[in-house]
């Protein structure tokens, strides 16, 4: 029973990690497309920069950056689902936990805070701006993705902390030792059985040896 149960909290962590992987590399996509965009119209952007002292493409690398992230963070919540291992799965959930209180943190600052774009530096290129109206004209859209997102990370952290509570597959280490034995008392017999033989040869040679030495001191 909770080895079946194990293997099903392991197959949904890993359904629940594809989901973000899937999320991070819509975002490195999208990146990469406002980059060659970018690129297009190098003439413009290099006029821009040399007007501002700001990074002109920090939203696009931001973006990377963050979808990268998620990339990284859904291979080892893979191999942390795999291996059951409690230290993979304490420093997963960590991560996670830190990425829910920094995106609770920023979403709290847009809401109530009104001047919050003044927070974020100027953007020459414009993809900020874009963005930033996409969402105001598919707010509702953006709410469920946000809301599948934020659900989808306290799941892991949730499955991740049950999975690191009940631990690897004892039994399948146990099995494999009791199996081995009958494999190795056949050795451990013959082995045995080969160092009398070897010993009663030598005792019965240092017996011949000493019958003749006495029959040579008795002559």
Known sequence: MAACLRLCL????????SVMGLFGMAMIMY?????????????????RFSESSSSPSWFIFAF??????????????HIAAETINSHCLSCYAA????????????????FLNR?????????????????KEFVRSNSE??????????????LSILLSMVLRALGPDQG??????????????????????ITHTADRK??????SRIVQIDDTVSR
């Open 10 to 17: 392991q197959s949904t962590l890993k359904i629940l990690n």
């Open 31 to 47: 990146s990469i497309w406002m980059i060659r965009s970018c690129l297009r119209q190098i003439g413009e952007l290099s006029r």
């Open 64 to 77: 990377l950056g963050l979808g990268i992230f998620l990339c990284v963070l859904t291979c080892s919540g």
């Open 95 to 110: 991560t996670l936990v830190f990425l829910l209180i920094l995106e609770a943190a920023i979403t709290a600052d847009i």
């Open 115 to 131: 001047n919050w774009e003044e927070a974020f530096p100027h953007d020459p290129t414009g993809r900020f701006n874009e963005f």
């Open 141 to 154: 859209l953006c709410k469920w993705i946000g809301l599948l997102v934020v659900a989808v990370q306290a």
């Open 172 to 193: 399948e280490y146990d099995e494999s030792d009791d199996d081995s034995l009958p494999a190795r008392l056949p050795l451990l017999k013959n082995q045995a059985h």
């Open 202 to 207: 030598f005792l019965g040679n240092n017996d």
